[in-house]
């Protein structure tokens, strides 16, 4: 089956893929909802909402900054490598990511679209300018903006709507790629989940790489049962662990 896939991906005009949680477990960083899973621990309504933060804004910093933490120790894995080696083959590219690690650009990942932001940006709460968080640790938290406003985590929280231009293109791409990689997601959270499901709508070809079944796998074309950083390389003609 994956030498199937593999001729699909090579023949491929235009190439969408969507990755989530799955795709950086092999470096370390939690999931959500398996083994283990950051849901299984704390519940999304305290950290991850506009109304955790607006109850206890101490509490989300604190979490994202143990969650940001652990992800300064983790490197990309073979799939993020093998993902940035697939973007300068293919004519027309997009990585779609649902992670907000970073760990996609530091692999060399250039046409990226982080559809839940990303944990290493700050965001004004009055103003909505977007800044990198400070390099120090931080004097205060939570942080306050030059205008004295709260400053928030860049990050999508549940029941809040994806920045308009990155939703644009990804569905632009889920709408025109002629093959649609789906990897380490459980393909749960919308409107991200609805991407796979609109390119294979549209004609294209889908393949799932996940080691366990998700809602949508009985829908794709081909399911490649097992870990992004196996299965990526070997579908990609990538070195295995090669960066
Ligand atoms: C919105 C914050 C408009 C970032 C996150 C319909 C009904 C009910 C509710 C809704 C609905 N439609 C929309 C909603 C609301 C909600 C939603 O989808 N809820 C779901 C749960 C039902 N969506 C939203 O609120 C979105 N906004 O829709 O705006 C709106 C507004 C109000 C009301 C309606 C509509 C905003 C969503 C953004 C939420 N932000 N987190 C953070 O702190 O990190 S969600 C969180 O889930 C992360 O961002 C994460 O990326 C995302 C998706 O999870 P996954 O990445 O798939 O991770 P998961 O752990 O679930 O799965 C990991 C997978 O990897 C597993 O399948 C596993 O088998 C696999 N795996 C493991 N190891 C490996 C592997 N795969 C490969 N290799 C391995 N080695």
């Not at 293919?90 to 990511?97: D, M, P, V």
């Not at 004295?148 to 569905?171: K, M, N, Q, S, Y």
């Not at 294979?200 to 049962?225: C, F, M, Y």
Request: proline share 8%; with cysteine.
């Amino acid at each position: 089956m994956i030498t199937e896939a593999a001729k699909r991906v090579r023949e491929a005009r235009a190439i969408a893929v969507l990755t989530g949680a799955g795709v950086s477990a092999e470096s370390g960083v939690p999931t959500f909802r398996g083994e283990g899973g950051l849901w299984r621990q704390f519940r999304a309504e305290d950290l991850a909402t506009p109304g955790a933060f607006a109850r206890d804004p101490r509490l989300v910093w604190e979490w994202y900054d143990w969650r940001r933490q652990k992800i300064a120790a983790c490197h990309p894995n073979p799939a993020h490598h093998a993902l940035a080696a697939l973007e300068s083959q293919a004519a027309e590219f997009l990585l779609i990511t649902q992670n907000i690690d970073d760990l996609h650009r530091k692999a060399g990942s250039r046409r990226l679209v982080e559809l839940h932001g990303n944990i290493w940006r700050v965001r004004c709460t009055r103003e909505a300018t977007v800044s990198a968080l400070p390099d120090v640790p931080l004097r205060e938290i939570p942080p306050r903006c030059g205008c004295g406003a709260l400053l928030r985590p860049d990050i999508v929280w549940f029941g809040e709507t994806l920045p308009a231009e990155a939703l644009d293109r990804a569905f632009r791409a889920a709408d025109t790629c002629d093959l649609f990689l789906v990897v380490g997601t459980s393909a749960l959270v919308q409107p991200a989940a609805s991407l796979p499901l609109m390119a294979k709508r549209r004609g294209a070809t889908v393949i799932e790489v996940n080691p366990d079944p998700t809602p949508i796998s009985h829908l794709v074309g081909v399911s490649l049962q097992g870990k992004a950083g196996e299965i990526l390389p070997a579908l990609l003609g990538t070195p295995p662990g090669s960066p």
